[in-house]
């Protein structure tokens, strides 16, 4: 069982619908993750919170809108998408000294229609 | 910037047999940390080893244990008994720790799909 919990495993949606992708880890953890996977390759950085603080965002579209409520919830809010949005969204988390490995969770599995 | 490659696109072995997978990295920093995360089927990333680049002697985690040449900027991962459940994607990764100005990003190269035949 994974410690960092991803929820809806799968979701299909419209270009028109709003949906919103959430994780949660209950390890104190003070850093979180977000990752986007396309099929056969590595998972590419989007966005980081620090201490329920934005720190990095790897430029990406609006359409994607993060939300960090507190330090054990992580959202990933998601609006007018494109077909090209399908892949696998990876949630991760670590202790923020920096020197502690990312745990991720098992994805949601997103397609566009 | 930091790059990791991983030239081994896919490779195979027999069960009980040991393999080893490939993985260099550019850097030009002092103290870093290298891992291998496995992302079976299933797609949950898990950690199989964790490197620090100041610690001379290779991490060890049961029947994997890795060749860290740091001169060489090469991180090695060797797998000894092969098991089925071994089948998997395997990415290198780097990461530049926090308390010397890294992001935490971790690095991926592309990956290694490996592959355990009965």
């Known amino acids: 069982d994974t410690e960092v919990t991803q929820t809806p495993k799968h979701l299909v949606m419209g270009m028109t619908n709003k949906k919103s992708l959430k994780c949660e880890q209950h390890?104190?953890?003070?850093?979180m993750y977000w990752y986007k996977q396309k099929a056969k390759k590595p998972p590419e950085l989007m966005f980081v919170?620090?201490?329920?603080?934005?720190?990095i965002n790897e430029s990406v579209p609006s359409r994607f809108s993060p939300e960090c409520p507190n330090s054990s919830l992580l959202n990933l809010h998601l609006h007018a998408l494109q077909p090209e949005d399908s892949a696998l969204y990876l949630c991760?988390?670590?202790?923020?000294?920096?020197?502690?490995?990312?745990?991720f969770g098992d994805g949601t599995r997103l397609s566009i229609l | 910037a930091q790059t990791v490659t991983q030239s081994q696109p896919e490779m195979s072995v027999q069960e009980a047999e040991t393999v080893t997978l490939s993985c260099t990295y550019d850097?030009?920093?002092?103290?870093?940390?290298l891992f291998w995360y496995k992302q079976p089927p299933s797609r949950q990333m898990i950690l199989v080893i964790r490197?620090?680049?100041?610690?001379?002697q290779n991490a060890t985690e049961n029947r994997f244990s890795v060749n860290f040449q740091k001169a060489a900027k090469s991180f090695s991962l060797k797998i000894s008994d092969s098991q089925l459940g071994d089948t998997a994607m395997y990415f290198c990764?780097?990461?530049?720790?926090?308390?010397?100005?890294?992001?935490?990003?971790?690095?991926f190269g592309k990956g290694t799909k490996l592959t355990v035949n009965p």
């Open positions: 991760a988390s670590s202790h923020r000294q920096g020197t502690q490995p990312q745990h």
């Open positions: 390890m104190g953890h003070r850093a």
């Open positions: 850097t030009s920093e002092n103290n870093y940390y």
């Open positions: 490197q620090e680049a100041y610690k001379q």
């Open positions: 919170y620090s201490y329920e603080k934005l720190s």
């Open positions: 990764a780097f990461m530049k720790p926090f308390t010397q100005g890294g992001s935490e990003k971790l690095v």
